[in-house]
Antibody
Framework: EVQLVESGGVVVQPGGSLRLSCAASGFTFDDYAMHWVRQAPGKGLEWVSLISWDGGSTYYADSVKGRFTISRDNSKNSLYLQMNSLRAEDTALYYC??????????????WGQGTLVTVSS | DIQMTQSPSTLSASVGDRVTITCRASQSISSWLAWYQQKPGKAPKLLIYKASSLESGVPSRFSGSGSGTEFTLTISSLQPDDFATYYCQQYNSYSPLTFGPGTKVDIK
């Protein structure tokens, strides 16, 4: 059974930093690109970042470019999101998501339950 | 960036109704469109990919159509489990990937 379990979400002050983790199981992790998608409270879905199967390619939404860094450790079946210079508008539930096929941007067939990041003083 | 719009934003319907949601892209995305269903407090669930392909395990009352810039999601006979918010997502361009704003289907 595929499982994605996010962790690391907390309340953090504006300007602060945080690292989110996503532990994957039930599939061959290093066969698939992985993504982070976020959802602000009561709002829609916003794509944040993607990383290729080997970590060699990464892409970011303009809203987080230069502040967030996506990475993965295939030996640990884990995905990460380092978040720096956090702003109030980064407050959201952050999901990790697995692509369904071999392309880096294939649709997401599995999602975690999300981890809540709140940026507030 | 490719902008996605959806209509309507909210749809009130009854069990058994045929429901259609429209998604439009700001430029052609061929058939690189997915539909997701999200229930309150839950992660999104993939329903349709490549505009019209049904994800494994998804009931056949869900169908998708369209190509280019205009797409539809149809629920042929709305069931109680289908009251949720539906999002389209383009994956023609992954810098950035973009979602529609969502369509909430609620009980009339």
């Amino acid at each position: 059974e595929v499982q994605l379990v996010e962790s690391g979400g907390v309340v953090v002050q504006p300007g602060g930093s945080l690292r989110l983790s996503c532990a994957a199981s039930g599939f061959t992790f290093d066969d698939y690109a992985m993504h982070w998608v976020r959802q602000a409270p009561g709002k829609g879905l916003e794509w944040v970042s993607l990383i290729s199967w080997d970590g060699g390619s990464t892409y970011y939404a303009d809203s987080v470019k230069g502040r967030f860094t996506i990475s993965r450790d295939n030996s640990k079946n884990s995905l990460y999101l380092q978040m720096n210079s956090l702003r109030a508008e980064d407050t959201a539930l952050y999901y990790c998501a697995k692509v369904s096929g071999i392309a880096v941007a294939d649709p997401f067939d599995y999602w975690g339950q999300g981890t809540l990041v709140t940026v507030s003083s | 960036d490719i902008q996605m719009t959806q209509s309507p934003s909210t749809l009130s319907a009854s069990v058994g109704d045929r429901v259609t949601i429209t998604c439009r892209a700001s430029q052609s995305i061929s058939s690189w469109l997915a539909w997701y269903q999200q229930k309150p407090g839950k992660a999104p669930k993939l329903l349709i990919y490549k505009a019209s392909s049904l994800e494994s395990g998804v009931p056949s009352r869900f169908s998708g159509s369209g190509s280019g810039t205009e797409f539809t999601l149809t629920i042929s006979s709305l069931q109680p489990d289908d009251f949720a918010t539906y999002y389209c997502q383009q994956y023609n361009s992954y810098s950035p990937l973009t979602f529609g704003p969502g369509t909430k289907v609620d009980i009339k």
